[in-house]
């Protein structure tokens, strides 16, 4: 909350001004039956026309002063709520941009989108009542019982009583409610996960025609929102009628007490009268509390969200603090030693002692069965998580004392599953780097042997990829994202597999290609005719190194790397790999 | 300082609202009569969801016809209480009638609190009634849909829409209610204590008009466009987290922070003007009741001094002015709210029609059992057109055949695979299943006899064996188990933690790109179905991995229909019948004897394949 409230800050200046503003056609609005009062004490009651068209004028002008006060505060609160959620929008985004991989993996993707934009909304649209409205109650609350309590301390004294009640009434439903619209806010989070899921795996649904499993399935969790929203509105809801009946107990009492004081002679008709005015009133200003406890509530929980990730640990890895090395990579030697590594969320390391060196310019192969821990090596090397023991050296320096933002600018990265952005094949390419000219997107497309089949596109590299590049063969999509890489002239290249999909001559193709970039390069493949050229091989085996060496090496030392070879190329398992 | 106040007075003139100004030429007339319209009929779609509770909320007005009948008697009851008793001798009379008030005061509360969460159920319920509709729509529209769509900007109305409808319904429908109702009550009221004077009080009717009409002709496009942004941002959002990894690998998270400021400025941008405006409405009705305040004083005092009217009636009717002006306030505060609701609303039914997938007709056929004759005769199809995809591809596959599908990547062999789901429909030609046009065929009876394990395995966010039974949902755990042996994942998923119960996370971590594709053969080998279709289903995984779980496809293929796109000769030597596809052209087919013989491409591949080796 406290943070929220520091992004309020910047606006003070614009929120004292929508409150001043606020204030003004209040006082106007008070101001009136004074006016009229002097319309017909002076004019009316005197016979006077001009009096009468005088304080006509006078009101006139007062209401015009109001609405141009209002005009204005509307720009002004407006302005604050608008600006509010921006900056909140924009701190959180930032954030979660630097959180690390191994923390941003502990939020489901739907929550931070939830949070992000309908949590957001809540507090920015409360913020706006609030400038507007929120305080007008308070003011005419304490407001009428000064009065009541000038026109006759013992009656409103009555009326005063009822504030500690109105207080802690307001409070409680407040913490209550802020902790149910919490939960309101976490199931929609689980619809909006469903939502997420079922878009992503729309094909899978389809064609296992689960359609009704899907249905039921998001049924019941907005089921479980519809309840929690109920339940939350609930008791928001009992706030106005309760209050309303405190104040009304008001009354009765006041009207009681108020005939004994008259009848003893301590008050008079007209006291009483006007106490049971400023009660009424009073009630009057509540009649518009339940809205604003349940928007209160709601933003209250919201905000707590937001506050949770903005509070988050970013997750930076240990020696940050310590200086960190200047300069960027430059040759791309990398060592690994006695390494081992498990995920945050599993038990079991992935992989364990591992050490082996790479000189610059080396290309490796890293070859393994399903599960071996290839995938996990190279998010090392990505620094996307970091090891548990050992040391990895990245042109002989410890990579903990490398900016990570200078390893990340150095490497160029092809995933496994291809991630393309909604845009225009050039924006793809483009964005794996800044700055590059159009001659230089094309050199790294045909570097990627992509270029003329984006040429044979009716749009060429103005072509949009729909979500997913959706149009696409798969080839053709790794093959994107393979241009992506390259564009960065990255001193390390990483390819996850990613080649599995081109057929041997394109492949063949490519890696000179790479060669002439003269990059240290890792290659996940399945394929013995990859590693052959390689100049180290490392051969995985549930998560050890159980061999390393060129293919000769391997061939005359390791059973398993002779097994896969078999599997490739013996009787039983021939590819055809220009058939792909 | 001065920045800081003038800073409000600074933002861009919205988009929105110089469409405004070109909807106020004359030419397009029409177009404003359209959105006018447009509104209506969200409005009463709004409505068709609410007349399912039509009983609870007559209910919840009648609720709301008595709760403004107590709460006009409060006040009554308390004059009476000032002109007879206050001064009286008190006593039992006094008491009584103080429990009386105590009794509509308790009532009065009771009354209101009822209606409010009568119709916060009723709300809720709708709500619910929209989601589950727009969700059950979603899975009805045709997959080209999906693909033109962020799914953040579809998850977005999902929330954020649907979410503006919620708080309007919740909040403001009851408040509308009760003005409308206090609104025409003080208008009897007035009329009949003085006919002039209510001319004269409505006389800011007319500007009152003119200042909605400006004012909501602006907020309703402003409204939209906001939803619109915050759309776009969803989608945006989405995107980077969903690709986070590629994100934090190259360092871009200062450009995708740079693009998300665009998206949030756009946001700002239109907020504050929808904001701002709709905040005018307030204002202009107290400006307006105010201005009338003067009226009745000025021209009530010259007609009190010409003897016409008393000076109670004058204060009577300020008074009443003043209760004339709280309903309108209300339902002016609530205008707002109802403003974004219905923008919110149409971007909802804007996706609820959306035509479905070319709903299969009455007429279509369910398929009891299918053996899994499968032809092809003259197929030819294009995603855009102008550039055909598949190009007169005619094959027939029988019963219990496998058909391997092989060409270079881009060469139409998914394209041919989504025909046959009928993902896509085939521009000419005729595809047919046991005889039977898959068009007559309806697409969920179609696809029931099918499994597939597609290019990318998408595994939900669940335990392993959930998984794994999504090919079957019926399945025992032995069964699932069994399939999972055939598919070579069960020694992997046993040495994981939790073993089968294993909760996958959404983003897949711990388990690797090969062992999904484990999972999603387990899955269709369980799904046990008469045509199998493998799309490069075991692009990732390890070679010798994927000897072991040959024989399991091996069996798994036998006695059923298989299309496989693969690369390994083993299978496709095997296969029945091999389409070598280049460029969506079906170049040749044959079994692999056949096409040698042939001396083509498929010859010429193979052998120089096998110099290679």
């Known amino acids: 909350m406290k943070q929220i409230f520091l992004f309020i800050k910047t606006y003070r200046v614009a929120a004292i001004m929508a409150i001043f503003l606020m204030l003004v056609e209040l006082t106007v609005e008070l101001i009136q039956p004074l006016i009229i009062s002097k319309i017909i004490d002076d004019g009316i009651a005197r016979d006077s026309t001009e009096v009468v068209l005088l304080w006509s004028g006078v009101l006139i002008a007062a209401s015009l002063f109001a609405f141009a006060a209002g005009i204005v505060s509307s720009f002004y609160a407006a302005h604050v709520s608008q600006s509010l959620g921006y900056d909140i929008r924009e701190k959180l985004y930032g954030k979660v941009q630097a959180f690390s991989y191994a923390v941003f993996n502990r939020f489901a993707t739907s929550s931070l989108i939830t949070r992000l934009t309908n949590d957001i909304t809540q507090i920015q649209e409360t913020t706006f009542m609030g400038l507007r409205f929120m305080l007008r109650v308070p003011l005419v609350v304490i407001g009428s019982l000064i009065m009541a309590l000038v026109v006759h301390a013992g009656l409103g004294f009555l009326l005063l009583l009822t504030v500690p009640a109105l207080f802690f009434v307001i409070i409680w439903i407040v913490k209550k409610a802020a902790i149910l619209f919490h939960k309101v806010q976490q199931k929609l989070d689980a619809v909006n996960g469903v939502m997420l899921e079922n878009l992503s795996g729309m094909r899978l649904i389809r064609v296992f025609v689960r359609r009704k499993q899907e249905a039921t399935r998001f049924a019941h969790h907005s089921g479980e929102l ?9 008791l928001t809801e009992i706030t106005q009628p309760f209050i309303v009946l405190i104040m009304n107990a008001g009354i009765i009492a006041v009207l009681w007490f108020g005939q004994i004081e008259i009848h ?6 007209g006291e009483v009268v006007a106490i049971v005015n400023y009660s009424l009133r009073t009630a009057g200003a509540l009649s518009a509390l339940s809205m604003l406890v349940s928007a209160f509530s709601r933003a209250r929980a919201s905000a707590q969200r937001v506050s949770e990730a903005l509070m988050t640990d970013s997750g930076v890895l240990e020696g940050e603090g310590a200086p960190k090395a200047s300069g960027s990579i430059e040759q791309g030697s990398v060592q690994f030693e006695k390494v081992t590594f498990q995920y945050p969320t599993i038990h079991t390391p992935v992989l364990e002692n591992i ?52 390893i990340h600018d150095s490497i160029g990265y092809v ?17 794996g780097s800044v700055d590059v000219s159009f001659d230089q997107i094309v050199e790294a497309a045909k570097l990627a042997q992509i270029h003329d089949t984006i040429m044979q596109l009716p749009n060429g590299y103005d072509t949009m990829l729909g979500q997913r590049g959706i149009n696409l063969s798969g080839g053709q999509k790794q093959r994107i994202s393979i241009a992506r890489a390259l564009i960065r002239k990255p001193v390390i290249l990483l390819l996850d597999d990613s080649t599995s999909a081109l057929d041997v001559q394109t492949e063949a193709a490519l890696l000179q290609g790479i060669n002439s970039m003269a990059c240290t390069t890792f290659l996940i493949t399945q394929k013995i005719s990859s590693t052959m050229n390689a100049d180290l091989i490392l051969l995985l085996d549930e998560g050890r190194l159980i061999g390393q060496g060129n293919h000769a090496q391997l061939m005359e030392a390791s059973t398993l790397y002779r097994r896969i070879y078999e599997s490739q190329f013996g009787e039983e398992g021939s590819h055809v790999e220009s058939f792909k | 300082m001065w920045k800081a106040l003038s800073e409000p007075f600074r933002y861009r003139k919205s988009t929105a609202a110089v469409q405004v100004v070109d909807a106020q030429n004359p030419q397009n007339v029409n177009r404003k009569k359209q959105k006018a319209k447009d509104w209506q009929a969200t409005l009463k779609r709004i409505w068709h969801y609410l007349a399912h509770h039509k009983g609870r909320l007559s209910l919840v007005l009648f609720m709301v016809m008595l709760s403004s009948v107590l709460t006009l008697l409060g006040p009554y009851l308390i004059g009476r209480a000032i002109d007879q008793y206050l001064e009286g001798p008190g006593g039992s009379p006094w008491l009584l009638f103080l429990a009386g008030l105590a009794a509509v005061y308790v009532f009065s509360s009771l009354v209101s609190w009822l209606q409010n969460i009568w119709m916060i159920a009723i709300a809720q319920e709708t709500v619910y009634r929209m989601r589950v509709d727009l969700f059950g729509h979603l899975h009805k529209l045709p997959i080209p849909f999906f693909a033109k769509r962020q799914r953040g900007e579809l998850m977005s109305r999902m929330t954020n829409d649907i979410d503006n409808v919620s708080s309007t319904l919740n909040s403001s429908a009851i408040q509308v209610f009760s003005s409308v109702l206090i609104l025409v009550g003080t208008v009897v009221v007035m009329l009949l204590l003085s006919p002039l004077l ?11 008009v003119i200042g909605m009409k400006w004012i909501t002709r602006r907020t309703g496009v402003l409204f939209k466009e906001r939803q619109r942004n915050m759309g776009e941002l969803n989608g945006f959002i989405e995107e980077t987290l969903s690709g986070q990894r590629i994100i934090k690998a190259f360092s871009q998270e200062e450009r995708v922070i740079g693009t998300f400021r665009e998206h949030n400025a756009r946001i700002k941008q239109s907020g504050f003007w929808a904001q701002t405006i709709s905040g005018f409405i307030p204002k202009l009705m107290n400006g307006l009741n105010n201005l009338s305040f003067a009226i009745i004083a000025g021209v009530g005092g010259i007609l009190a001094i010409r003897g016409a009217i008393t000076v109670g009636v004058i204060v009577v009717f300020v008074e009443y002015a003043r209760q004339f002006t709280r309903p309108i306030n209300d339902l002016a505060n609530q205008w707002n709210t109802l403003l974004s609701a219905i923008a919110g609303a149409e971007r909802v039914f804007e996706i609820l029609d959306e035509e479905e997938e070319a709903i299969d007709e009455g007429a279509a056929r369910e398929l009891e059992s299918l053996q899994g004759a499968v032809s092809f005769s003259h197929v030819s199809f294009s995603y855009n057109k102008g550039e055909e995809t598949l190009q007169d591809i005619s094959f027939e596959a029988s019963p219990g055949e496998t058909i391997a599908i092989i060409g270079p990547t881009g060469a139409g062999k998914t394209s041919l695979i989504q025909l046959l789901s009928r993902f896509y429909e085939a521009d000419s030609g005729s595809i047919t299943v046991d005889g039977h046009e898959i068009t007559t065929i309806r697409r969920e009876s179609l696809r029931s006899h099918m499994a597939f394990v597609l290019q990318d395995s998408f595994l939900f966010e669940g335990t392993i064996r959930d998984n794994i039974r999504y090919g079957k949902l019926e399945a025992t755990d032995e069964q699932v188990e069994e399939a ?32 999904k594709q484990l999972l999603a053969i387990a899955r269709a080998i369980l799904a046990d179905p008469a045509i199998l279709v493998l799309d490069e289903a075991t692009s990732s995984i ?4 994927e000897i072991k779980i040959q024989e399991g496809l091996q069996r798994l293929m036998e006695g059923r229909t298989s299309f496989v796109i693969a690369h390994r000769l083993n299978t496709i030597r095997r296969a029945d019948q091999i389409l070598v596809l280049q460029e969506g052209r079906l170049l040749e087919k044959g079994s692999h004897e056949q096409l040698l013989e042939r001396r083509g491409l498929y010859s010429n591949l193979y052998q120089g394949r096998m110099q290679l080796q």
């Open chain 1, 226 to 234: 519809m309840q929690s929203s109920t339940s939350a509105l609930r």
């Open chain 1, 264 to 269: 003893v002679g301590s008050a008079t008709t």
């Open chain 1, 355 to 406: 050490s082996f060196q790479v000189n610059p310019g080396e290309m490796v192969a890293i070859l393994g069965a399903t599960g071996s821990g290839k995938s996990s090596l190279m998010q090392l090397i990505l620094r996307l998580y970091e090891e548990d023991e050992g040391v990895i050296r990245i042109d002989g320096r410890n990579a903990r004392d490398w900016d990570t933002r200078h």
């Open chain 1, 415 to 431: 995933p496994q599953e291809v991630l393309l952005f909604t845009g225009t094949i050039r924006d793809n390419i483009e964005w």
């Open chain 2, 198 to 208: 209510t001319l004269l009080t409505f006389l800011v009717v007319p500007l009152m």
């Open chain 2, 484 to 515: 999972a042996k055939l598919a070579n994942a069960h020694s992997f998923i046993v040495r994981l933690e939790g073993g089968y119960d294993k909760i996958l996370q959404g983003d897949g971590s711990g388990i690797s790109q090969g062992q």
């Open chain 2, 542 to 545: 390890d070679t010798v991995t």
